[in-house]
Each structure stands twice: as structure tokens, then as C-alpha cells.
């Protein structure tokens, strides 16, 4: 088994909130003991909804969130010991939004060519090379460079932010919502793209997202987060054909269904509620004020990730019952 | 057929921009029966809002509604006064929209929120519609509603704002529910509760629902009708099921197409997701003929030339030179 490109370990993020003045310092656990690993060439999807922890991961995994608690290591050395350069040429992010995620004030020549000079590409030509192998890559004419980000198209805009995440040839590209900005008519060409480059360039990918059509079809293994902790983990097969988490269930149960393909067993999977808060998540299983499942047991002891079969694991007490 | 409840024909919302005037939605035709779901259906820019917001009597410049009717309960309102639209709204269509904090007074407690339809409208007095109120707030399953009344908007969550902006809209029992993208800014299992409540609550009471979203399966999901609308342009009208099943514009057919779908995968592998090309145009600029044609891969010079009428179906209608 090929070695993992990148291993998060027992992973804990906290931020104080508040203040001591007005009802005390309070500890919100963004991220509480998430342990995950991606394998070169692999794509990971990261499920979960808004205040789940996913994008405070991905940033800790950029270096840009300090973690509380735990280990990250990227290419068998951990980042706290690497400086920004390094971390730089192995990891890289493609944001949501395009619009506001690139510098309206510089030609894409300068967004691309830019972390070439940082990087120690001092040959004008060279880099001037690499920036059109880049655009026709992503699927931009070379006259493009010479133009500002208000001059593109919301799709063209994503194609720059990938260009920009690539440039460096990372081994490791975190994309954070990478479609949901984008009009349904664009994202197929959008997420065609990333699949492409990962085959061509040799990517791995977290691929983080709240459609489930889109993570179903990307990735090869899938984690599921709910208030700061990984519910089930598996291969996309055991996450969407035998799903045994049931805010997986729920999840899936949630995605509007024109075929009515859904049977009881998924009308009853549906969660009820909404997300507590991760400043004060409930005792035990944070999930259980929303599980249809919910026992005794589940209000006060905290389920841990156990395996269901050889690399799927569910944190459930029922998970071994279908439901 | 007996009369619809909304009729709106060939209506056209003009846009003034530099001292031009641009069709923004042109040639829009669609009846809604009493106590009908019908869902319209596109893109952003695509017109669908701001067709919602012409049933509402909303339009402020630089949009105005230019030819053509919307006739509600036999009555044409495309021209009514301000002091009949004001009557109109909240009594006979309610409306929800996509954030509800921008939609919500900041400054006034959701219940006295409420409440104050049943004054305007129904001549209730303050005491007798805050209990409704408290109903009412009841009814769209909000907890202990008798405290929440007295909660400010920024006291509650993005989805029991929602609960409360569905609470507000159907308080008078209007004929018509006008739910521009209600769930968009919603996590996906709320966004599943909240549809839930909708319908069920619209149903229970006969409420006829205007469903406007860019989620394709989502309306299909909710609606018996759906309408897909192209640069301002309905281009094709069908039964939920047949937008799926047998799309019949080329359009259609490639959204249904380019979306990774649950399920698929396990069926098939992976299959490379079917693209459309190009851009959606934008109002200054949409391209003569069917305005489809630039990324249309069945185009011909007729497509590039003329606009297509609208071709009949069983049920419904499309709008396209090649699959009438």
C-alpha cells in the first residue's frame, strides 16, 4: 500500500469565544480529534453541512490555523516543522467563490507568474512558459493572460483559480466547494477539469462539498463530518450504496428525488431539527436530538469511530443495524 | 379546464440601461391552477426572478413591465394601483425569499411580525393577532413558539427565520404561495425540512405554489408542472416528470445531462459528465435567433436567424426550431 501524502492525526482545533466580561470565555471545538489520511493520486471527499468543522480543516491543513491538539504531516514530515515555502509546493486551495477569491487588480500573467518568482523560477522565458502550458491546460488561450479577473466569465474565473493552485505542482490540492458558486450550467465543465488534472498531473485531492452528486462522482473515499467530528468514513461505494451512520442516511435522504427511487427506509432516515451549536454540542452522540435512531445509551456515551468492514468505519452504536 | 387561478401571458419586463431599453423576460406564458405546485426553472440572469417579483406588483426601475397580462382570480393586475397591490399582497399572495434576514424587520420581534398581517389585513386587533401569531408560529414547528414570539430575527437560525418568513406569508391563507429560491441559503437536511413544511402546510390549506430555483431536481421533486427559462425566455413547459424522463429542449436536455447524479456511479462507473459549452449570455447581449443557438450543438442557420415559436406538446410546450 502506497505510503499516504498526507496524514492528519488525532486532530483538535479550538477557538476561545466571547469575552471574560460579558458571560465568560467559552471553548468552541471546531475541529475535535479528526484523524484522516489521503494517498497520492486519491481523492477524498469532505461532507458535511455549515459549522461541521470541514473548512476549519482544510485551513489547518494549509497552515493557516494553528491545530490545538494533534498532528499533521504531509509527505511523511509534519508541517509545524516546514516553513510556508515548502508547505506551499506540496499543498494548494481552490476557494468557492471566484470572484472574490482572485485579485481584481492583477493580470492573470502576474496571479500565475507571481509564486514562480517566489518559488525561485528567475528565468523570465521559463516562467513565461509555464504560465501558458498552464492556461492550455485549464483550458484558457495564452492571449487570456494578459487580462483581469473582471474580463472572465464565472467558470473562466474557477479555471484561473485552479491555474493559480497548479502552477507550483503541488501534490495535494484542497478544493473547497469548487462548483457551488458557479452557474449548473458550467459546473459539469468545471468538475470534468479537476478530473482530468488529477489523472494528467498525478493530484490528490480533498474535494470539500455539500452536493453529494458531485462528491458521489469525484471521489474515491468519503468522510463525513458533523460538529467538528468524522461520522463515517469509507470508499464512496460503502458510503452511498451501504451508508451506516444515520446523519449519513440523512444526508442522503435530504437530496430532493425526482425518480422517486426513495423507499420507506429513506423517507425515515430524514434528520429533524437543526444543528446544534459546536459552542454547546449535546452530551454523547452530538447527533442524537436529530437521529431517528436515538436510544438511552446514545444521550450519554459518546460513540467512537469503529469499523464496520476493512476501511469503512461509522460512528454509531447502531451501526451494524440498517435501520 | 376551469379558470386558473394565475394566468400571466406574454408578459415582457423591460430593463433600462443608458438610455436603451433591453427585453429582460419576454413572450412569458404560464397558468398556475388553484392549489397547484409549479416550479420555473434557470440560471441566474435567466428571468425568473424578476417574473416573480411581476406577479408581485415589485418591480422598481430600471425594470418595468412592458406587454402582455397577469391575471389573478380573473382580475388583471399587471397595472394596479400601489394601495391595491398593497391590499393583494399578504391576503392573496404571500411571498418568501432567499435570505430571510434581509427579508425580515431586524428592528421588530418575529411575532409582532406575524401579527401584523392579521391587523392590515383582517382587522384584527394587537392582543387577538399576537395569539394568532403564536398559532401560527405553531403551525410552521417552531419551538415553544409562546417565547419565540418575542425573539428578534437575529435570535434565530437561518432555518427557523425561514420558518417564520413561511409563517408571515401564509398567515392570511393567500390563493398563492411565491417561494423565489427559499432553501438556497439553507444546509441541505433543512433545506429537506423546510420544502416538507411548505408543502405540506400549502396543501393542507389549498395553497397554490409559485416555486422559483436553479435546482432542477428540487422543483421537479415538489412541483406537477415545471417551466425551464433560458436568457428571459420560457423554452420549455412540461409535466415533472417529463422534464426528466424526455426533456425536449436542447437546453434541458443538457442540464438533466451535466449533472452528477446519486446513484449513477454505482449503476454505470463513471461516466465524463456531458458539458454545455460557452457562457449564459448576458441581457445587453443576447445573441439573435434562438438565443440557445451559441451553445446549442443542434444549431443550424435557421437557429442563428430566427426565434423559434412555441411548439405544442400533450402537456406543455417547447420552444425550439428542431423538436417541436
Known amino acids: 500500500m502506497a505510503e499516504p501524502l498526507l496524514q492528519v492525526d488525532d486532530l483538535a482545533v479550538h477557538f476561545l469565544v466571547g469575552s471574560a466580561l460579558k458571560g465568560g470565555i467559552r471553548t468552541l471545538k471546531a475541529v475535535d480529534g479528526v484523524r484522516l489520511d489521503v494517498k497520492p493520486g486519491e481523492c477524498l471527499g469532505l461532507v458535511g453541512e455549515s459549522g461541521c468543522g470541514k473548512s476549519t480543516l482544510a485551513l489547518s491543513i494549509m497552515g493557516l490555523v494553528p491545530p490545538t491538539r494533534g498532528r499533521i504531516s504531509l509527505g511523511g514530515r509534519e508541517i509545524s516543522n516546514q516553513d510556508r515555502m515548502e508547505r506551499a509546493r506540496q499543498v494548494q486551495m481552490v476557494f468557492q467563490d471566484p470572484y472574490a477569491s482572485l485579485n481584481p487588480r492583477q493580470t492573470v500573467r502576474r496571479t500565475l507568474a507571481d509564486p514562480l518568482s517566489l518559488h525561485g523560477v528567475t528565468s523570465r522565458t521559463e516562467r513565461d512558459h509555464r504560465v501558458m502550458d498552464m492556461l492550455t491546460k485549464v483550458g484558457l488561450r495564452p492571449d487570456h493572460a494578459d487580462r483581469y479577473p473582471h474580463e472572465f466569465s464565472g467558470g473562466q474565473r474557477q479555471r484561473i483559480g485552479i491555474a493559480r493552485a497548479l502552477i507550483l505542482q503541488p501534490r495535494l490540492v484542497i478544493c473547497d466547494e469548487p462548483v457551488s458558486a458557479l452557474d449548473v450550467s458550467i459546473r459539469a465543465q468545471i468538475i470534468n477539469l479537476l478530473l482530468e488534472l488529477k489523472d494528467e498531473m498525478g493530484l490528490a485531492y480533498i474535494l470539500i462539498s455539500h452536493d453529494l452528486g458531485v462528491v458521489e462522482h469525484v471521489s474515491d473515499r468519503v468522510a463525513v463530518m458533523y460538529l467538528g467530528r468524522i461520522v463515517e468514513q469509507g470508499s464512496w461505494q460503502e458510503i452511498f450504496e451501504d451508508p451506516r451512520h444515520p446523519y449519513t442516511r440523512a444526508l442522503i435522504a435530504a437530496i430532493p428525488d425526482p425518480f422517486h427511487r426513495a423507499d420507506a427506509r429513506v423517507a425515515r432516515a430524514k434528520a429533524h431539527g437543526e444543528i446544534a451549536s459546536a459552542l454547546n454540542p449535546p452530551p454523547g452522540c452530538h447527533f442524537n436530538p436529530r437521529c431517528p435512531m436515538k436510544a438511552e445509551r446514545c444521550l450519554v456515551e459518546a460513540p467512537t469511530l469503529e469499523p464496520v468492514a476493512d476501511g469503512h468505519r461509522a460512528a454509531c452504536h447502531f451501526r451494524d443495524s440498517t435501520g | ?324
Open chain 2, 1 to 324: 379546464m376551469s379558470a386558473p387561478l394565475l394566468e400571466v401571458d406574454d408578459l415582457h419586463i423591460t430593463l433600462q440601461s443608458d438610455g436603451k431599453v433591453f427585453n429582460a423576460a419576454e413572450q412569458v406564458s404560464f397558468r398556475i391552477g388553484r392549489g397547484e405546485a409549479f416550479g420555473l426553472v434557470g440560471e441566474s440572469g435567466c428571468g425568473k426572478s424578476i417574473t416573480a417579483l411581476a406577479v408581485m406588483g415589485l418591480l422598481r426601475r430600471p425594470l418595468a413591465v412592458g406587454r402582455g397580462r397577469i391575471v389573478l382570480d380573473g382580475e388583471e393586475i399587471q397595472h394596479a394601483s400601489a394601495a391595491r397591490w398593497r391590499e393583494l399582497r399578504g391576503s392573496r399572495v404571500g411571498m418568501i425569499f432567499q435570505e430571510p434576514m434581509t427579508a425580515l424587520n431586524p428592528l421588530s420581534p418575529v411575532g409582532r411580525q406575524i401579527a401584523e398581517m392579521f391587523v392590515l389585513h383582517q382587522n384584527a386587533s394587537w392582543s387577538e393577532a399576537m395569539d394568532r401569531a403564536e398559532d401560527a408560529l405553531r403551525q410552521v414547528q417552531v419551538p415553544s413558539p409562546e417565547r419565540r414570539i418575542k425573539d428578534y430575527p437575529h435570535q434565530l437560525s437561518g432555518g427557523m427565520r425561514q420558518r417564520v418568513m413561511i409563517a408571515i406569508a401564509l398567515a392570511c391563507q393567500p390563493a398563492l404561495l411565491i417561494a423565489d429560491e427559499p432553501t438556497t441559503a439553507l444546509d441541505v437536511t433543512v433545506q429537506a425540512e423546510i420544502i416538507d413544511l411548505m408543502t405540506g402546510l400549502c396543501a393542507a390549506k389549498g395553497t397554490a405554489i409559485l416555486m422559483i430555483s436553479h435546482d432542477l431536481g428540487l422543483v421537479a421533486n415538489m412541483c406537477r408542472r415545471v417551466a425551464v427559462m433560458y436568457a428571459g425566455r420560457i423554452v420549455e413547459s412540461q409535466p415533472a416528470e417529463a422534464i426528466f424522463a424526455t426533456p425536449r429542449h436542447p437546453y434541458t436536455r443538457g442540464l438533466v445531462d451535466s449533472l452528477p447524479r446519486l446513484g449513477e456511479r454505482a449503476k454505470r462507473g463513471r461516466q465524463r459528465l456531458r458539458e454545455i459549452a460557452g457562457v449564459v449570455p448576458s441581457i445587453t447581449a443576447f445573441p439573435a435567433g434562438c438565443r440557445f443557438n451559441p451553445r446549442c450543438p443542434e444549431a443550424t442557420d435557421t437557429c442563428r436567424s430566427t426565434a423559434p415559436q412555441v411548439t405544442r406538446l400533450p402537456d406543455g410546450f417547447v420552444r425550439c426550431h428542431h423538436h417541436g
